[in-house]
């Protein structure tokens, strides 16, 4: 008499691992989004003189607070 084993070669645990993966980045996104909102936002509730002593105007706020991701 024989015995058969069946292999199972696709692990569960990766697909938990990719899923978690992206959950975090998700969550990552929406925090930076979140916080670079709040930074747009202050700096739009600045007066102009305020901006104006910071170099900016209210056209180069949203250039200003991405100023990391794109070039512009």
């Known amino acids: 008499m024989s015995t058969q084993t ?8 990766s ?4 899923m978690g993966e992206w959950i975090a ?3 990552n996104a929406m925090a930076v989004a979140a916080s670079r909102s709040e930074e747009i936002e202050r700096l739009v509730n600045k007066s102009d ?3 104006a002593e910071m170099g900016l105007t209210r056209e180069d ?3 200003h607070v991405f100023r990391d ?4």
């Open 69 to 72: 991701k794109f070039y512009i």
């Open 6 to 13: 069946l292999e199972y070669t696709a692990s569960s645990s």
């Open 15 to 18: 697909f938990f691992a990719r």
């Open 25 to 27: 980045n998700t969550f």
């Open 61 to 63: 706020i949203v250039a």
């Open 49 to 51: 003189d305020e901006l």
